[in-house]
């Protein structure tokens, strides 16, 4: 069975802190994406990546970066944590069809 | 700019009744694909469907149905006889030629009372 997995389903984080979100599929896709939802809102994309070292933001990148060293993982850091950035974040990979669970994070 | 709206917020009925779910989408491209995802109270997407810009075939899968049509700019999900297990949050989404990179709308919370 196809995976993507988020290495946390809960995070409480307190403002200020450098965060990091871990993402890791099993499909060899060449492409990985990070979204937020908020209600409402549904989810907006943060930052993509089609290939190790390659990253391009999304619609909502500010506050964020991210980090491809390996095909299969893809990691999303918040560099000082605040609370808007308290959200559920999802990782996706390849073509559409595939997502994590969420993460589910919380900055105090 | 590529845009989704999921006009209901919220919808509630009894379970067998019929509920559609309404997606319209605004798009510059001339190649896309449209989406269909399903979020249980567990939070993970489930992908429901992808259809491409240039097929407009209706599909049925079991109760689901979706209907696309690019006169209006519509992709439609239908939920027949529903059932208590369907309550979850709904998205419609576009995408833009095969990247994956997705335009999600709002979402739309179906609960389905027994």
């Known amino acids: 069975d196809v995976k993507v997995t988020q290495s946390s389903r809960y995070l409480v984080k307190r403002t200020g802190e450098k965060v990091f979100l871990e993402c890791v599929q099993d499909?060899?896709?060449?492409?990985m994406f990070w979204y937020r939802q908020d209600p409402g809102l549904g989810l907006r994309l943060i930052y993509f990546?089609?290939?190790?070292?390659?990253?391009e933001k999304g619609d909502i990148p500010e506050g964020y970066s991210v980090s491809r060293e390996k095909k299969e993982r893809f990691s999303l850091i918040l560099e000082s944590a605040s609370t808007n950035q308290t959200s559920m974040y999802l990782c996706?990979?390849?073509?559409?069809?595939?997502f994590g669970s969420g993460t589910r994070l919380t900055v105090v | 700019a590529q845009k989704v709206t999921q006009a209901q917020t919220e919808i509630s009925v009894v379970e067998k009744e019929d509920v559609t779910l309404d997606c319209v989408y605004e798009?510059?491209?001339?190649?896309?694909?449209l989406f269909w995802y399903k979020q249980p109270p567990s939070g993970e997407l489930v992908f429901l469907i992808r259809?491409?810009?240039?097929?407009?075939q209706n599909e049925i899968s079991g109760r689901y149905s979706w209907n696309f049509q690019k006169s209006t700019s519509s992709f439609n999900f239908t939920i027949t006889a529903s059932q208590v297990v369907d309550s979850a949050v709904y998205f419609c989404?576009?995408?833009?030629?095969?990247?994956?990179?997705?335009?999600f709308g709002q979402g739309t919370t179906l609960q389905v009372k027994p």
């Open positions: 996706a990979s390849g073509g559409g069809y595939t």
């Open positions: 499909m060899d896709h060449e492409n």
């Open positions: 990546s089609y290939d190790v070292k390659m990253k």
């Open positions: 798009t510059r491209d001339t190649t896309y694909y």
């Open positions: 259809r491409n810009s240039f097929d407009e």
């Open positions: 989404a576009h995408g833009s030629g095969n990247t994956g990179k997705l335009i």
